[in-house]
Each structure stands twice: as structure tokens, then as C-alpha cells.
């Protein structure tokens, strides 16, 4: 069993920024600590942990959402999230994975111009339904399982409809709650578990629960418009990463 000591500084480092960067704005600790858990490990056991380690940290941000959610708006993009995700699983065992990094990098950079407010006055894309959030839904159950990054279709359906900043950490945080345990109940049940799945989670403990807690202090001082800025960093981040990493 892996403990601290074990693991390097870096990884611990990066870590640690990313659980606070979702802690601040409820999405970005797969993108962030991904690729750093990926060269870790160099094995299919990076995208578990990253899996169960930003549940947890949706755990903890789970008080967020009893304040701030809007249940009558959660319930199609949960329903999608479920569709989603079994729909995930059967792309991930029959879709090659450059392919499906390509064509999630193609969504993701249409998502960044719908956040960056390019086509606000096109009403219709300012449109809200119950039936693009069930696509949306839809969109990041699929990413979640193929990917572990869920966040991208959330945060820039949220920017596109004109959605506030706690509007869209809640959103990210109620939807993640269901798409993490689906992802690694469909990952359990297509490729396995790892058994240095529990390990490394256990070992990533103690950086992701004091990342988690600085960043929602942070979180509190971060204005609007940043906080806009901050998610089409994410969003292009997300695609640079689909498209070179």
C-alpha cells in the first residue's frame, strides 16, 4: 500500500492546485492533476483515481449545492448524465481513444465560443430547455466515463445561458455527485478496477481535502468576471489537453 513518503513532491504539488481550483470553481481537478496522475502511474488506474478523487472533493463541496442548486433545472441534465453514461462506457470499449479525444476537443472549442459570449445576440443561443439540458447531461455523462472530464459541457452550457457564478459551481458540483459513481460503476463493470486504485486514492487524501478547503476560500473573493475568464482558461485548456497530451 502506497503512503506519502511514496509519492513525489510534484505530484503532491499538483494535486493540491488542482482540488483548490475546483474548489474555487467547481470544475477543472481532472484536467489539472490528469495528465500529472497519468505520468505517475502509466496505467488505465490515472483516470480511476482522478474518478474517485474528484467525487470526493464533490462531497465536500456538497453543502454548495443545498444553498444553491435549482432542482427543477438539475433533473434533465441528471437524466442525460445517466444516458450518458452508459452510452460512455460502450464509446470507450469501441471507439478508439484518438479518435474520441479529437472529437471531444472539437466539441469542447465549440463550447469556448459559446462561453466567451461570441453569439449572445443570437437569442437562441441564449435559450434555455429542458431538452438541451437533458444533451448537455448527455454530453458529460459520455465524457466522464470515456474521459473523467465532465466539467466542459456543464460550465459552458452555464456561460452560454447567462448563469452566475455559484449558479454554475453548484450545477457542476450536484451533476458530478451522479456522473462519478456512474463513471466508475461503468469502468468497474467494462475494464475492472485496478488494484492500485484504492492505494494512490488513499496516499492523495491529504492534498485534496486542503486544496478542496483553500479554494473554496478563494472561491469567495473571485469576482465575475473572472470567474468567466477563469472557465474559458478551462475550456481551452480542456481541448489542448484532448488534442496534444
Known amino acids: 500500500m502506497l503512503d506519502l513518503p511514496d509519492i513525489p513532491f510534484l505530484l503532491l504539488l499538483a494535486v493540491f492546485l488542482a482540488a483548490m ?22 496505467d488505465i488506474a490515472a483516470v480511476q483515481v482522478s474518478v474517485v478523487l474528484s467525487f470526493i472533493i464533490s462531497v465536500l463541496l456538497s453543502p454548495v449545492v443545498r444553498r444553491q442548486a435549482n432542482w427543477s433545472f438539475l433533473k434533465p441534465l441528471l437524466v442525460g448524465v ?12 469501441h471507439v478508439p ?25 443570437y437569442p437562441a443561443v441564449r435559450r434555455d430547455s429542458r431538452l438541451r439540458r437533458a444533451a448537455v447531461g448527455v454530453a458529460s455523462g459520455a465524457m466522464t466515463v470515456a ?13 452560454a445561458t447567462r448563469s452566475g457564478k455559484d449558479a454554475v ?13 456512474l463513471a466508475f460503476a461503468m469502468q468497474a463493470a467494462t475494464t475492472g478496477i485496478s488494484g492500485r486504485t484504492l492505494p494512490m486514492c488513499l496516499a492523495l487524501v491529504a492534498p485534496v481535502l486542503l486544496g ?32 496534444f497530451g
Open 21 to 42: 481550483f475546483q474548489g474555487a470553481t467547481g470544475v477543472g481537478f481532472g484536467l489539472a492533476a490528469g495528465p500529472a496522475l497519468l505520468v505517475a502511474m502509466d
Open 82 to 93: 445517466a444516458v450518458g453514461s452508459a452510452s460512455g462506457a460502450s464509446v470507450h470499449l
Open 97 to 121: 481513444l484518438d479518435a474520441l479525444k479529437l472529437a471531444a476537443a472539437a466539441t469542447v472549442l465549440a463550447m469556448v465560443v459559446l462561453s466567451t459570449g461570441l453569439l449572445e445576440r
Open 147 to 159: 474521459l473523467a472530464m465532465p466539467g466542459p459541457p456543464l460550465v459552458a452550457y452555464g456561460r
Open 169 to 181: 459551481r453548484a450545477t457542476t458540483v450536484a451533476v458530478f455527485l451522479v456522473a462519478y459513481p
Open 212 to 243: 478542496t478547503v483553500a479554494g473554496r476560500i478563494v472561491g469567495n473573493y473571485v469576482s465575475e468576471r473572472v470567474f468567466g475568464r477563469l472557465i474559458v482558461g478551462f475550456l481551452l485548456a480542456s481541448a489542448a489537453v484532448l488534442l
